[in-house]
């Protein structure tokens, strides 16, 4: 495995209280590798600290050999890495193409390869490019989430909860999403309640609990693991 990202003993806290206890994580290129764990654990912190959104005191970070510890985040997405936040919404009166340009912040011939390349991981978004934003369905409204997040032709694509606020029944329509990104090689850092369906498309897995990494592993050999199953797949 050729590592992209590497995350060595971090620590964070949010004024005197920790969060994140000398976490380390590794993701390699092209590889899908989820982070699970409770609501509270420092999931979201995780990846706020990798896109330079909050400090890290101690540890470091070292992407594509720069070590973007102390960077700042607009440095941190220059060299390749793009976040997608927690409940990133879109704007539902503009149209796909002005949402995506949204997430462009590019020179004019950036921004046309930006397109070309969510148009042809999402053909359904070309053909809906004129089309108000608020008029999607929900699963093309996430790929239009994911969409903005990839205009950049981001070398890591962090994604948090992509299925947040999504009705259970278009779940499966953003793992496919994700399956389709995978395949096309885009390397991600995915952080998901979804745990069975997290775990089944990731190559490797965390589990996060109160701040410490507490397990990891291949995403198949964690789905077979004691404590996540009695813990995150309900016993199954
Ligand atoms: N800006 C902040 N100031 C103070 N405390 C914060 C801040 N952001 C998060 N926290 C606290 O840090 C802890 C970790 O939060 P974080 O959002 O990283 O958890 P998470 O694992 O993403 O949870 P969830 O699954 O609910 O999204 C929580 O206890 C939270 O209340
Ligand atoms: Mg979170």
Redesign the pocket.
């Known amino acids: 495995m050729k590592v992209l990202l590497s995350v060595k003993n971090i620590n964070v806290s ?2 005197k ?1 920790p ?1 994140l206890r000398d976490v380390s994580l590794q993701v390699g290129e092209k590889e899908v590798v989820t982070v699970v ?10 990846l706020k600290a990798i896109s330079g959104l909050v400090p890290a005191s101690s540890g470091s970070i070292v992407f594509r050999g720069h070590d973007i510890t102390k960077l700042r985040p607009y440095e941190i997405s220059r060299l390749g890495i793009s976040h997608v936040l ?1 409940g990133k919404r879109i704007f539902p009166n503009l149209t796909v193409k002005e949402n995506l340009l949204l997430g462009a912040f590019k020179a004019r011939e950036r921004t046309e390869e930006g397109l070309k390349l969510v148009y042809d991981l999402f053909p359904r978004l070309k053909e809906r490019e004129n089309q108000r934003a608020g008029t999607l369905s929900g699963g093309e409204r996430q790929m239009l989430v994911v969409g903005q997040g990839l205009m950049s032709n981001p070398s890591l694509l962090m994604l948090d ?1 992509p299925s947040l606020g999504i009705a259970p029944k278009l779940i499966e329509e953003i793992f496919e999403v994700l399956k389709m990104l995978k395949k096309q090689g885009v390397t991600i850092l995915l ?1 998901e ?1 979804f745990v069975a369906q997290a775990l089944k498309l990731a190559d490797r897995g965390y589990v ?1 609990e109160n701040g410490v990494i507490c397990l990891s592993g291949s995403g198949k050999g964690l789905c077979k693991n004691k404590h996540v199953k009695t813990v995150y797949l309900g016993g199954k």
Do not use: D, M, R
């Open positions: 949010y004024g209280i969060v764990g409770p609501n509270g654990a420092g999931k979201t912190t995780l927690e909860e952080v309640q996060l």
